[in-house]
């Protein structure tokens, strides 16, 4: 496994993300995840398996490390420069509307689940096989694909995703997080 390049520049999330948290996060946490799952994997019954095939039969530290791998990639691979109207298109914005009533009311739900959930793990918005919208609290290194989901969107709430820049505030960065969705790539996972 490699580490995922950026596909923008160490500073292009601020103020919402700054350099120094992408840094650390991107730099420092994830290369440990890489690391970490590089030295035990070989020889391993899950040497050359996907992340996802990993992720769904793995345990103990094998599964910690391809799903903080998984969710890191997906996590860093849905971002860009911050917009203040930024919203889903497309099937996806039909899709939120239908089950949520409108973008607001999803944003409100999915940031309260990001906020409740207890100690360290992500928030996911996924789709089910029949294109219906679900969020899950996944704790730890946990996955949607695990129950048979595709992953969409996902907010870390691992401090160390925040820490830096907001501190204890996690509300506030998960609330921040909106301008900087890329929605065209949400949207393209939910197309899939």
């Known amino acids: 496994m490699n580490l995922i390049e950026l596909p923008y520049a160490p500073n292009a999330l601020e103020p919402v993300i700054s350099a120094a948290t992408l840094g650390f996060h991107h730099g420092k946490h994830l290369q440990a995840y890489v690391n970490n799952l590089n030295a035990a994997l070989p020889g391993s019954p899950y040497e050359g398996m996907s992340l996802e095939e990993i992720v769904c039969n793995a345990d103990g530290g094998i599964f910690n490390n391809a799903g903080q791998i998984l969710n890191h990639n997906l996590y860093f691979t849905q971002f860009r420069a911050p917009r203040e109207a930024n919203a889903p298109t497309g099937a996806l914005k039909g899709q939120i509307e239908r089950q949520f009533g409108s973008f607001e009311t999803f944003k409100t739900e999915f940031a309260a689940k990001g906020a409740g959930l207890f100690g360290s793990g992500w928030v996911w918005l996924s789709a089910d096989e029949d294109g219906r ?41 998960l609330k921040a997080l909106w301008t900087i969705i890329d929605w065209d790539e949400v949207e393209r996972r939910y197309a899939e």
């Open 133 to 173: 919208l679900v969020i899950t609290q996944e704790p730890n290194a946990g996955n949607p694909v695990t129950k048979g989901l595709r992953p969409l969107l996902t907010f870390d709430v691992w401090e160390h995703a925040y820490y830096l820049d907001y501190q204890n505030r996690r509300p506030d960065h």
